[in-house]
């Protein structure tokens, strides 16, 4: 459970988020405008700021800023209509820890809390079971597929791979990233180590693995997971 201040000028869009941080059992407080926003981070404890850009009186980055400036280190994730590169890395530099583009989806969204929730839970016991992928499910800790055609298993690395993709979930995590971590080396960039598990993972998770729709390839830099 996590306490986790939603500031949102959008009602609809509040309100469906609230209803499903809710139904996860997290408790949830909204904020329609900034300076309220900022009262209830100050009011309460709070564990995770969820926070929109275009907001009436106070803009997202401004609260980011101030929650900052006033010594606040919760996880804040940023969501917001824009999605122009100046506008990302602003956020970034204010202190966000993330930055979720409108339209989103909303199990994508959920996904990223969760991560910066257990970045900043430092509990590194919290290792991710699985997730649903389409009509698939995968079980990170059997490390299988589950289809419905039956049941496919994983090799060790695919499933450190998917494990690391859905820890980033609609990002693209480079090559490199995923050598290091996973095979704890650093390479040069002919290396298909990646790459050759990738196709394997795409084989058994993709209903077409001529046409991913989950596991997409980011040009020049790696690969990211779409739920
Ligand atoms: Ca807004």
């Not at 459970?1 to 499903?20: C, K, S, T, W």
Request: charged share 25%; net charge neutral.
């Amino acid at each position: 459970m996590a306490r986790i201040v939603i500031v949102e000028d959008e009602p609809e869009l509040a309100l469906g988020l609230r209803d499903n941080l809710e139904f996860e059992g997290h408790q949830v407080a909204c904020a329609a405008d900034g300076k309220t926003g900022l009262r209830l981070v100050k009011q309460q404890p709070t564990d995770l700021v969820l926070l929109d850009i275009m907001l009436p009186d106070v803009d997202g980055f401004e609260v980011c800023r101030r929650l900052r400036a006033a010594g606040y280190t919760m996880p804040i994730v940023i969501l917001s209509a824009r999605g122009q590169e100046i506008d990302k890395v602003r956020g970034l530099e204010l202190g966000a820890d993330d930055y979720v583009t409108k339209p989103f989806s909303l199990r994508e969204l959920l996904a990223r809390l969760h991560a910066a929730l257990r970045r900043a839970g430092g509990a590194p016991a919290a290792r991710q079971a699985g997730f649903a992928l389409g009509d698939r499910q995968v079980d990170l800790v059997r490390q299988m597929v589950i289809t419905p055609q039956g049941e496919v298993p994983l090799g060790y690395y695919e499933s450190e791979i998917l494990r690391m993709l859905y820890e980033h979930v609609g990002e693209a995590v480079p090559r490199a990233d995923m050598l290091n971590r996973i095979w704890g080396v650093g390479v040069g960039p002919a290396d298909r180590t990646v790459d050759n598990h990738i196709v394997s993972l795409r084989r058994k998770l993709e209903p077409d693995p001529a046409k991913p729709r989950h596991i997409l390839t980011a040009h020049a830099v790696g690969y990211k997971l779409v739920l």
